[in-house]
Antibody, heavy 119, light 106 residues
């Protein structure tokens, strides 16, 4: 079955860049889906960060567009998130997920990875 | 940006009861509305897509309805495993989530 697994540093210093990778198994990232990132600050709701299509087209939340970059690594069947100039407000559990193209419903999620921004 | 507003923010219910959670969009989104269930420490789980389509494997006691700006998810005959937080998500223009509705056991 399709599985997604996030990985990356659990601690990032303020003003630095947060980098996460989502490893996809059981499906190809070149298949006809969006691959996305969603985050959840402690005891808060879900916040969409952005999606990437298998063609490489990207879509971002307006509030994070200036700092976020999502990219594909086709040979490794992975996709990645880079979030620049982080602050404590970026502390959250970060999820990667797969979304169908028609209705952009996130049907497969990773387990999530906690990232803390602190010096 | 399309704003999604859920109501109530929290509710208490008993086993076997029927509950309804509402989600209102700040502009019409047709039926581009999805619902998720999230339990503490877990990733969200897709319940309903396209406003009324039940995701494979989701029990039939869950149902969704609505179009335009007003949507609901209804859970009939509440089971212990249904107590969780529920989120709506619009996909009509980019993506936004509602703030969540916490369903607690009475």
């Amino acid at each position: 079955q399709v599985q997604l697994q996030e990985s990356g540093p659990g601690l990032v210093k303020p003003s630095e860049t947060l980098s996460l990778t989502c490893d996809v198994s059981g499906d190809s990232i070149t298949s006809d889906y969006y691959w996305g990132w969603i985050r959840q600050a402690p005891n808060k709701g879900l916040e969409w960060i952005g999606n990437i299509y298998h063609s490489g087209s990207t879509y971002y939340s307006p509030s994070l567009r200036s700092r976020a970059t999502i990219s594909l690594d086709t040979p490794r069947n992975q996709f990645s998130l880079r979030l620049r100039s982080v602050t404590a407000a970026d502390t959250a559990v970060y999820y990667c997920a797969r979304a169908a193209v028609d209705l952009t419903e996130f049907d497969i999620w990773g387990q999530g990875t906690m990232v803390t921004v602190s010096s | 940006d399309i704003l999604m507003t859920q109501s109530p923010s929290s509710l208490s219910a008993s086993l076997g009861e029927t509950v309804t959670i509402s989600c209102r969009a700040s502009q019409s989104i047709s039926t581009s509305l999805n619902w998720y269930q999230q339990k503490p420490g877990k990733a969200p789980k897709l319940l309903i897509y396209g406003a009324s389509n039940l995701q494979s494997g989701v029990p039939s006691r869950f149902s969704g309805s609505g179009s335009g700006t007003v949507f609901t998810v209804t859970i009939t005959s509440l089971q212990p495993e249904d107590f969780a937080t529920y989120y709506c998500q619009q996909a009509y223009s980019l993506i936004t989530f509602g703030q969540g509705t916490r369903l607690e056991i009475k």
